[in-house]
């Protein structure tokens, strides 16, 4: 089976979306991460949702996670409107990080080497440059390791 | 063998100092060779008091890193730093105020690069209340850690170089150093007022979210909390009484820290993460380095070249310890610089030196040191680490920021150390 075959349609955001309609699309579909497209439409990267949910804490509450119990509830909201003034590009790591991508030929097995060397939930596939779907680490496991326990 | 010695320090101190490679990595690699040529033998690299490791320093440090370990788990630091901000209402001046006294009284006990560390995140987190940039903060915590630090036996690393040489105690260090270290900060708040008064002004309604935080959150383990306070009074108390005990206190932090580890019932992970191994192993090279000059003469050397540039005079030799220190320490890591001058020191004051029981010199250099790292952003551990937190929250302060107060802040308390120092022992 080749990943062109399984690829799904898959949401993609632009480095320039707002975070937080990026938080709200993840969200609204729990999905496991976002591909992230730079401004010309070519994949720049995989936006993990584990990263926005990074993004939602505070420095200093990462630094000393004692501090979260600190602040207390009703600073949720504040925290949460921080993703209001940042892209989804602010989102991403300062370093650039290789993208997992495929072409359309290539086989499941090199989809599960790349998502798994590069720890990634989910990887483009793009054919000619244009990106024509997306493989989930939950699609690839199905595909893998047969149907679902009814 | 003398100028081997030489070369290999010098290569080695200027690595360290320029950077260029990993210190610790510059401080074994030159002890190797050190070992490799022959300068130094197995006696005198593990044995020797003089020429080799300086074992009591080492474990010191590795017992009250484990100390901090553990109590850096039971969340204090963050419930004093809050239960100050809320005390001081919000107000930013009585907030820095509070926070530096709570960073100095700490780097007290502790090493500042940890006090830093936990103050650091709680600053930030009461500065975003309070709608204040908290860069100002943050310098000034740094400042108020490297003062701290100077008042005791333990609060800064060249103090513990300098007590095991010079066999001075805790209690001469609280003597000593304790009282000037507080004149100096009830300067340098005063200073502070002045040299970040345009950062103070907040909003009154944003000041009222500091006191919505619960401090009680911050104490996750009441027990342990309790366990370590008083293992860490006891530790404080047997420091004071070593004359009674006759316990070094390398012998008082590891006896500290192995009954904290045995009450505390944590996983070894969660303290031993809070060891820095590289510093062990930096010191360790350090003193091997150190040592190669020590058993090859130049020591003795340095020592009659400092007094023949004194003229044998006790004043002069203290203030050209003191600026000097001052000055080298500024630009590079005071460690390595205060491990070096402690033989030297020690050849003038010890019993056949010929300024012979004159602990002022060993004052002088530990004032100029700790004081002088001040005034840059790369002169000590602690202004390296909060720049490097400032600058992961979005907030970075340049060299030349800090620079610009820290310089202030330095030429102050060296000068308020100038004059105690010439008429309490000269």
């Not at chain 1, 600073?75 to 993208?99: C, F, M, N, Y």
């Not at chain 2, 007022?193 to 009222?208: E, G, I, N, S």
């Not at chain 2, 006759?246 to 009954?259: N, Y």
């Not at chain 2, 620079?403 to 202030?408: A, C, E, Q």
Request: charged share 15%; hydrophobic share 55%.
């Amino acid at each position: 089976m080749l990943a062109g075959e399984i690829a799904e349609p898959y949401p993609v955001v632009g480095v320039d979306t707002s975070a937080l309609v990026a938080a709200r699309l993840l969200a609204s579909q729990r999905l496991p991460g976002l591909v992230v497209t730079d401004l010309d439409g070519s994949p720049k990267a995989v936006l993990p949702a584990s990263e926005v949910v990074r993004f939602l804490v505070p420095d200093y509450v990462q630094a000393d996670p004692t501090l979260a119990g600190v602040i207390g509830e009703d600073a949720a909201d504040r925290i949460a409107s921080r993703l209001g003034r940042a892209t989804v590009g602010e989102l991403l790591p300062l370093r650039a990080v290789e993208v997992p991508v495929l072409k359309a030929e290539d086989t499941v097995l090199e989809l599960a080497a790349v998502m798994a060397r590069l720890r990634s939930p989910l990887c483009a596939v793009v054919d000619d440059g244009t990106i024509v779907g997306v493989v989930t680490a939950s699609h690839l496991l199905e595909l893998m390791c047969g149907d679902p326990v009814p | 063998m003398m100028l081997a010695a030489i070369i290999v320090f010098t290569i080695a101190y200027v690595l360290i100092a320029s950077e260029r490679v990993n210190r610790v990595a510059a401080a074994l690699g030159g002890a190797g060779v050190i070992l490799a040529i022959g300068v130094l033998g197995t006696d005198d690299a593990f044995f020797s008091p003089e020429t080799g490791i300086d074992w009591n320093v080492i474990f010191l440090l590795f017992g009250m890193m484990v100390i901090v370990g553990v109590l850096r788990q039971t969340g204090v630091f963050e419930y004093v730093a809050i239960w100050a901000a809320k005390r001081a209402g919000g107000r930013p001046f009585r907030v820095m105020t509070l926070l530096c006294l709570i960073t100095a009284v700490a780097s007290a006990g502790l090493d500042n690069v940890t006090t830093v560390l936990l103050i650091a995140p709680v600053t930030l987190l009461v500065c975003e209340r309070i709608g204040v940039r908290p860069v100002p903060f943050l310098i000034a915590e740094a400042l108020a850690s490297n003062i701290g630090g100077t008042a005791t036996l333990v609060g800064d690393p060249p103090n513990l170089i300098v007590a095991s040489r010079s066999g001075l105690t805790f209690n001469d260090f609280l003597v000593n150093l304790a009282p000037i270290v507080f004149v100096m900060l009830v300067v340098f708040v005063g200073l502070s007022r002045f040299l970040f008064r345009k950062d103070f002004t907040a909003d009154p309604d944003q000041v009222a979210e500091v006191m919505k935080l619960d401090e009680r959150e911050a104490i996750q383990d009441h027990s342990l909390l309790v366990r370590s306070l008083v293992v860490l009074a006891m530790v404080l108390l047997a420091f004071t009484l070593h004359g009674v005990l006759g316990l070094e206190p390398s012998v008082v932090a590891l006896l500290g820290a192995g009954t904290l580890i045995a009450i505390s019932g944590l996983r070894p992970q969660s303290y031993l993460v809070d060891i820095e191994w590289e510093t062990l192993l930096f010191f360790a090279g350090l003193f091997l380095l150190v040592g190669s000059l020590v058993k090859t003469g130049v020591i003795d050397h340095l020592a009659s070249a400092l007094i023949a540039a004194t003229g044998n005079s006790l004043p002069v030799a203290m203030m050209l310890l003191l600026w000097g220190s001052a000055l080298l320490s500024a630009i590079v890591d005071n460690i390595p610089f205060v491990a070096t001058m402690a033989p030297v020191v020690d050849q003038l004051v010890g019993g056949q030196g010929p300024l012979a029981g004159q602990n002022g010199l060993w004052w002088a250099l530990l004032l100029g040191a700790d004081l002088g790292g001040n005034a840059t952003a790369i002169g000590a551990s602690a202004n390296v680490v909060v720049t490097g937190i400032a600058k992961r929250s979005g907030h970075p302060i340049s060299f030349w920021e800090f620079t610009r107060y820290g310089s202030v802040v330095a030429l102050v308390t060296v000068a308020i150390a100038t004059p105690y120092l010439l008429l309490r022992y000269s």
